[in-house]
């Protein structure tokens, strides 16, 4: 049976990375590991991590992009959870024979190698879950 | 200095708490730890553990408390992450120390002696964040 390891991020969607960086790295003192863009998803990209999991924080830097709609739709706030799991394959089969709806049908490969797909929120509580495979 | 040791939960708002479980219980097969009653949060609360941290699937069961509030406006989705801290009091001096606006002054005790405060979604990106101290 595939399983959901723990979570591997949650990640926030801001307009303003330098005020979001006063909240959640000068007043909270969370260690921010790096900033950096991230041109497939038009954003720049926060990583804070903590002991088993990690919060991001992600800011469009152009109008065009799903998150950037997301931004301007609703405002900032969490945009996704993402949960690690062991055999993303298994655990798409296993989403799918139980009617799950999937936004990726097939997993997708990151540039560093690593395995994700989204689960549509219309089958997870209204949450766009991530799954992810180290 | 005090520190965030953990994101503790990721709090999720459910209209329809069979529902719910029927994804993150039954088809992305997380273990059901707990289903009961949170009287105080006029709410029925699933507790799915993980290593390290928990998804919490909350279900307001009047129609009066603040999240049920918040379901009636924004639907289903994620409603707070709580973070672990070492000393709550203190993070929450060095939080009004840098400008950040608190839900709550001081901290709350939970039934079970654990402490817990609130900071305002104004301050924090969007995101209603509980501090938590175990």
Redesign the interface.
């Known amino acids: ?7 591997n991020h ?1 990640a ?1 969607v ?1 307009g303003d990375m330098d ?2 960086l ?3 790295r ?5 260690e921010l590991h790096e900033l950096r863009d991230a041109p497939a998803e038009k954003s720049q990209v926060a990583f804070l991590p ?4 990690e ?1 991001e ?1 992600v800011m469009p830097v152009t109008d065009d992009s799903g998150i950037a709609k997301y931004l301007a739709k609703r ?4 945009h996704h ?1 993402c ?1 690690e799991v062991d055999d993303i394959e298994g ?1 798409m089969e ?2 799918k024979s ?1 009617g ?1 709806r999937l936004i990726n049908e097939e997993p997708r490969t990151a540039s560093d190698g690593k395995k994700y797909a989204f689960i549509h ?1 219309d ?5 766009l879950v991530e799954l992810y495979q180290m």
Chains 1, 2 share one sequence.
């Open positions: 049976m595939p399983k959901v390891k723990r979570i949650v926030i801001v005020k979001a006063s909240f959640w000068d007043a909270l003192g969370m903590l002991p088993g999991s919060v924080l405002g900032p706030g969490m959870i949960l655990m296993q989403l139980k799950v929120p089958s997870a509580s209204g949450v």
